[in-house]
């Protein structure tokens, strides 16, 4: 079995950044890609940003510039830097990955979320 824990996730003020980290545990033979989500209330989960595993990162245009996605791959580990918040970033921040628990298997992998909310 293979676990996402999220943390880092909280209440900070329009401008402010926060770091969001995801640690994966488990039966891990390797991890391909890895990115963070997020749900807004009464929205659909959208990708935030996205890395492969070399280290290729790609982001959704409302956060470009602003978000910073990176991964440790031998911790198997994703980290999200988060400047500048903004209101329309208040979400619930999903951890996902594409994990091989053995060479010919794959595995789709969520955690469990961690709120952000910005207000002043």
């Known amino acids: 079995q293979v676990q996402l824990v999220e943390s880092g996730g909280g209440l900070v003020q329009p401008g402010g950044s926060l770091r969001l980290s995801c640690a994966a545990s488990?039966?891990?033979?390797?991890?391909?890609?890895m990115g963070w989500y997020r749900q807004a209330p009464g929205k659909q989960r959208e990708l935030v940003a996205h890395?492969?595993?070399?280290?290729?990162?790609d982001y959704a245009d409302s956060v470009k510039g602003r978000f910073t996605i990176s991964r440790d791959n031998a911790k198997n580990t994703v980290t999200l830097q988060i400047n500048s918040l903004q209101p329309e970033d208040t979400a619930v921040y999903y951890c996902?990955?594409?994990?091989?628990?053995?060479?010919?298997?794959?595995?789709?992998?969520w955690g469990q979320g961690t709120l952000v909310a910005v207000s002043s």
């Open positions: 996902n990955a594409l994990v091989l628990p053995t060479p010919i298997r794959t595995l789709e992998v």
């Open positions: 488990g039966s891990i033979f390797s991890i391909n890609a």
């Open positions: 890395i492969t595993t070399a280290g290729s990162t």
